[in-house]
Structure formats: structure tokens, C-alpha cells
């Protein structure tokens, strides 16, 4: 790969205006190119981008091309930089009015130095705003997708299409299906704008001698009308990449573009400089229709603020991630301590689930046309959500942790949709940790909230995700959640169900499909705010889902928890994979007698938790003790039962 920085503009406005300006200021740089002025951190414009493609691994020879009027200042500048002088190529002009224009200076330098191979064109005088991100990322995606490569941004407010080289971008392809350059605002809708920052296959080289010669007028040599000609008409393929930055001082600008700029780009690098985001994702309950997320079947599911995983991320000089004290642990009071933890717990904390995610994220990112910055991190985690009882610990720790990734390199919902999302979280899971799951609980804590889900094969095949629709949570009825305090494995109740509906086993299929049924009877009751009929199908629910795995595999524990809520008339069911059961119970006779926070000590750790269910808005803790909690048959011990309360 060879590198062309363009450093061949005649800089008249900016050169005049500094030189005529009264206040003195800019009195020292009179005269000078405009990318040997000082940019982001004092460094010259041009600086950063020597040092961006100074490496032997990525470029086999870097070239500079300059004009005739400004080349001993770039000889000057090369011999400070270690810049082989041999590499400059001078277009002989010496004014604006005589200039070559883009198109042909890269000719140029391809034609007198007779270069053969891929190369990489930059405008050596934008001013860049993010000094970090990574050009090794650029050819490698260039070489992946093999084909012409585009890099865009995502405009700021107050920029204008005018301005810019606009481009329209295919999400799933990432190939440019129009290119514009500088359109009116009424002629697109899009805000990515292409910078003079291309990859061109060696094949493609000679479309710039086809392109020039078409154009009789300097004005039209320019690199965006060639993009345009490349891609709308003579319909090559040319990839785009986005870059999670942003470019200015294209073309010709004033010294009030100079000083703007560069102050706003300053100021964003000194105002930060170790950032800490903090993000949450909660626990959830599968309402209705789980397990069949997993079969195309169709669900319900609510998050629930009671319940949360929370990832920190700090700025930092080497990635690092930490361990949580208590699910990481590296430190035992003995032997028989390890034992006890080890037994009880297993030996698979959270740290796993944010190793992965981030291989992930690098791993996406690379192979959607995203480059991130040069930026390093610290991550930890904590969690209250109960372990092995089927509340969504883990997706719930990868979720969040996915969140400070998307914050932290400036991605947003456009980059990485709301049900892609979810998929990638299911992909850390299932792809990298080899855990059984299905989508439910990664949609669910993405969009967060009341959430029905349809994933049939239609919309899976077609789309690669199924229909999300919120449901209205104004006005949900008073669950309660229970789990086990002790619980085995919660993925084990999966049992063989997967392996016989791959099969083609007829009762499984038709199960699923009646679960689906389930779901829409139950998303009209929740609309309609019939809980009588929702408290029946929730009971149908587990009957169907006891039915298809059977109580051995359910388990005792499971079991017993159901057996405890129909002696107080309460419907239930497992709201996940195993060793917890939600209900709902609609006699406020039989329904427990419960106390604010700190009520009856007998029955610490064990009581009811009402369901808080859980929207975007905010997080509310509310917990109560069952009193009669010991009388049921199972000890505090046993297990813990809570009412469910909502983020409202």
C-alpha cells in the first residue's frame, strides 16, 4: 500500500485573511500552509498525519505532493520530520488560479513515480479532531471488503451539505449507493459527509486519467466529483467506513474557520481527559410465551429495576479489567472456603462476560466499516442480581457493558440499532461463552421495559431479527418474584426440548406454537387491563411448559415454589430457565401480609419482592419481608420471595 498526502492547495483566503488581520495574532504565520499551521495539542495539522501512516508495517513509501510556491516550506518541514525529501513531488504551480486540482496531482504522483500498487489518499491539511483512532483499522477493512474505500463522518450540527461530499450508505452492505458532492440540504437526508480520505485498488488507478480527461475545467478535478462520476455513474463499488470523528479546514477556508475550530476540537481534548461512564442493565421476568424465544415462537417479557448490572468504564493508559470481589474471587480464607464457594458457585464469574464483549465489539466494529479510536480502558462490574435463577445475570453484564463501549467510542443507535444490538449481545453469549440462550432477554434489556416479541421464522430469515413492540406500562398489575436461595444449574431445564424440535418432534412444535398463541392472548389482556385472563393464561403457560420438560426436569425446587403460590390462589409461572417463578394474585386477602423495609428479622435473607417493572426513566428499590414466610414449608434459606415494583 502507498500513501499520497495532498498538501497541493493554494490556502489564498486563509493566507489573506491572516495576513491582513489587525489584531496581530496571527502575525507569525504569515505565509505559512495552511497544513503547517498548529493544530489539536500544538502540533502541526500535518504532524499528526505523518505520524498517522509513519509505520513500515502498513505503507511501503509515503508521498507527499506540494506546490511550487509552498515547496520549500514542506522541505524545510520534511527534513525536521524524518519526511524523505526525495518523496515530495512538486505540481510546478504557483498560484491559485494555475492549479492542477486534486484529481491530477494524484496522477501525478502515480505517473512520474510509477506506482503499482493500492493506494491511500489523504488531504495532508484537514484538521482532524480526534488524534487517537487507528489507521491499521482503515486497511484492514479496505482489504476485507476488497473494493474502493470512502471514509465519512457524521456531521455536526451547524455543518451544511454544502459543504461536503455527501454520501448515502447501504447499512447492511456498506457499499456507497450515492455520492453527492456538496448538495443542497432539500436534495438528501443524510448527514455523513465523505472527506478527502479514500483506498484505491491498483486496478482502479487508470479511472483517474478517464475521469481528467473528461473534465476540461480545474474546478471539476476535484476528488468528490470523481467520487461522484466513480460510483453514480460508472457504478464501481466503493465501500464506506466511518470514523468516529470528526474533519475540518477542507478546501477553502477564512481564518475565523481556523481559530473556530480549532479552539472547539481543543477544548473537546482538554475537557476530558479520563472520562468515566457508568451504565445499568436490569434483570428481567418472561411474562408469557418463554421458552419459545428460542423456537420462533413469540414472548413477553418485562425488565425489572429490583434487579441490576452495573459496568464502569475509565480512561485509562492499558486496558485493564477487574474482578469483582465476590463473583471473581482470587482470594480464600482456606481451602474448605474455596470448596464451599466453588461448589456452591461454579467457577465462572462476570470477568468472562466482559473479556468477550469487548473481542466482540473490536471484532464487530472491524467488520462493519466503524474504526475506534487508540484509546484504552478500565472496565469493572458490579451486580445484585441473583445468580443461576434464570433473571438474565449475564446478558445483563454484557448489555451494560456494551453501553459504556457505544459511549465511550462515540457510536450511536444509527451505528448499532436497538435490535442488532440485541444480537450482538445473544453472539457474546452464544458465539464466544457457549451459553444456551435465546433472544428474549438480550431484547428485552436492550429496549428495556414492557416488551412484546415475535420472533418467527419470517421476520428471523428476512431480517435477522423479529417484530419489538412496547407495551404500555402505566398501569401493570402487582406481580411478586420468588427464587431459590441455593438453586442448581438453571440451564440444565432446556433439557432435550431443542435437540427434539430440531428433530421435527410434532409435540414440540405444536407446544411452541401454542406458546405463541398464549402470547397474543396475553399481550390483548395486558392492553386491555384484564388480569383475571391474564392470571389464567400465566397459569396455562406453565402448565404447557411443565408438560413439554416434564417436573424432572423442572426440578423439586421449582416445583415447590409453584406448589407454595396456589395455596394463596396466586397465578405463576417460571420467568426464566429455572429457580425463580413469578405470579400474580389478585385476592388482596390471600395475598401476604407485607411491611415497609426492615419488618419481621425472622425472615431475613428470605422474603417477598414485589416487581418493579422497569422503563428507560428511572430505577426505584422497594423490598418487603414476607411474614408468613416460614409457615410455607420452605426456610428463609430456601428461598426469597419478592414483589415487583416499577421504573417509572
Given at each position: ?57 502498513l505503507f511501503s513509501a509515503v508521498y507527499l505532493v506540494t506546490n511550487a510556491d509552498k515547496y520549500k516550506h514542506y522541505e524545510r518541514w520534511a527534513t ?366 436492550v429496549y428495556e421495559g414492557l416488551i412484546y416479541m415475535d420472533f418467527s421464522k419470517e421476520l428471523m430469515d428476512k431480517h435477522g431479527y423479529g417484530s ?145 417493572p422497569c422503563s428507560a426513566l428511572r430505577s426505584l428499590l422497594c423490598l418487603w419481608p414476607v411474614r408468613q414466610l416460614h409457615s410455607t414449608g420452605l ?14
Open positions: 500500500m502507498i500513501c499520497i498526502l495532498l498538501v497541493a492547495g493554494h490556502g489564498t483566503l486563509l493566507e489573506t485573511h491572516i495576513k491582513n488581520d489587525a489584531t496581530g495574532l496571527y502575525a507569525h504565520l504569515t505565509g505559512i500552509p495552511k497544513a503547517l499551521l498548529p493544530g489539536v495539542g500544538g502540533k502541526k495539522i500535518l504532524d499528526f498525519w505523518w505520524e498517522a501512516v509513519n509505520t513500515r508495517q525536521a520530520n524524518d519526511f524523505p525529501v526525495e518523496n515530495i513531488i512538486n505540481d510546478g504551480t504557483t498560484t491559485y488560479g494555475s492549479r492542477l486540482g486534486a484529481v491530477a496531482d494524484v496522477e501525478l504522483a502515480i505517473r512520474s513515480r510509477g506506482l503499482q500498487d493500492d493506494v491511500m489518499v489523504i488531504a495532508g491539511d484537514m484538521l482532524c479532531a480526534d488524534q487517537n483512532f487507528d489507521i491499521a483499522q482503515v486497511l484492514r477493512f479496505f482489504r476485507l471488503k476488497q473494493g474502493e474505500l470512502a471514509i465519512y463522518y457524521e456531521m455536526e450540527e451547524g455543518e451544511k451539505t454544502t459543504s461536503r461530499g455527501i454520501v448515502e450508505v447501504c447499512p447492511s452492505t456498506h457499499r456507497i449507493t450515492k455520492f453527492m458532492e456538496k448538495p443542497a440540504a432539500e436534495l438528501t437526508q443524510s448527514r455523513l459527509a465523505s472527506v478527502v480520505f479514500y483506498c484505491f485498488q491498483k486496478k482502479t488507478l487508470p479511472t483517474l486519467t478517464q475521469f481528467l480527461n473528461l473534465q476540461a475545467r480545474v474546478e471539476d478535478r476535484v476528488l468528490g466529483k470523481y467520487l461522484q462520476w466513480l460510483i453514480n455513474e460508472q457504478k464501481v463499488p466503493v465501500n464506506g467506513m466511518k470514523l468516529p470523528t470528526g474533519f475540518q479546514l477542507i478546501g477553502q477556508v477564512g481564518l475565523s474557520d481556523y481559530t473556530k475550530w480549532l479552539a472547539h476540537y481543543s477544548a473537546k481534548q482538554q475537557g476530558c481527559p479520563a472520562r468515566s461512564i457508568t451504565c445499568r442493565s436490569y434483570a428481567r421476568i418472561g411474562i408469557m410465551g418463554n421458552p419459545s424465544d428460542g423456537f420462533n415462537g413469540k414472548t413477553i417479557a418485562m425488565t425489572i429495576a429490583n434487579f441490576w448490572a452495573e459496568v464502569t468504564l475509565l480512561e485509562s493508559q492499558t486496558l485493564v479489567l477487574l474482578p469483582h470481589p465476590l463473583n471473581d474471587p482470587t482470594e480464600f480464607g482456606s481451602l474448605q472456603d474455596l470448596y464451599c464457594i466453588s461448589r456452591k458457585e461454579g467457577y465462572l464469574g462476570g470477568l468472562r462476560l466482559l473479556q468477550a464483549t469487548c473481542k466482540k465489539f473490536y471484532q464487530f466494529c472491524s467488520k462493519q466499516g466503524m474504526a475506534l479510536t487508540k484509546q484504552n480502558f478500565t472496565l469493572k462490574y458490579d451486580t445484585n442480581i441473583p445468580r443461576q435463577v434464570g433473571l438474565a445475570g449475564s446478558s445483563a453484564i454484557v448489555s451494560a457493558t456494551l453501553k459504556c463501549l457505544m459511549k465511550f467510542y462515540n457510536l450511536t443507535d444509527n451505528d448499532l440499532p436497538k435490535p442488532i444490538r440485541a444480537n450482538f449481545v445473544l453472539d457474546v453469549e452464544s458465539d464466544e461463552l457457549f451459553i444456551t440462550a435465546g433472544l428474549q432477554d438480550r431484547v428485552v434489556q419489538y413492540i412496547p407495551i404500555d406500562m402505566s398501569s401493570v398489575p402487582p406481580f411478586w418474584l420468588a427464587y431459590l436461595g441455593d438453586p442448581s444449574d438453571s440451564g440444565r431445564i432446556h433439557s432435550t426440548v431443542r435437540q427434539r424440535w430440531l428433530n421435527g418432534d410434532t409435540d414440540v412444535i405444536e407446544a411452541m406454537k401454542s406458546f405463541a398463541e398464549l402470547t397474543d392472548r396475553a399481550r390483548e389482556a395486558l392492553e386491555s387491563r384484564d388480569w383475571s385472563k391474564l392470571a389464567e393464561l400465566m397459569n396455562q403457560n406453565f402448565e404447557l411448559r411443565r408438560k413439554v420438560y416434564t417436573d424432572e426436569c423442572l426440578g423439586p425446587g421449582n416445583l415447590k415454589m409453584v406448589q407454595i403460590a396456589r395455596t394463596f390462589s396466586s397465578a405463576v409461572k417460571l420467568p426464566g430457565s429455572g429457580g425463580a417463578v413469578m405470579g400474580l394474585c389478585l385476592d388482596s386477602d390471600k395475598l401476604c401480609v407485607c411491611s415497609p423495609l426492615g419488618g419481621d428479622e425472622e425472615c431475613v435473607p428470605g422474603g417477598w419482592l414485589c416487581v418493579l426456610t428463609g434459606t430456601d428461598m426469597t420471595m419478592k414483589t415487583l415494583y416499577t421504573k417509572t
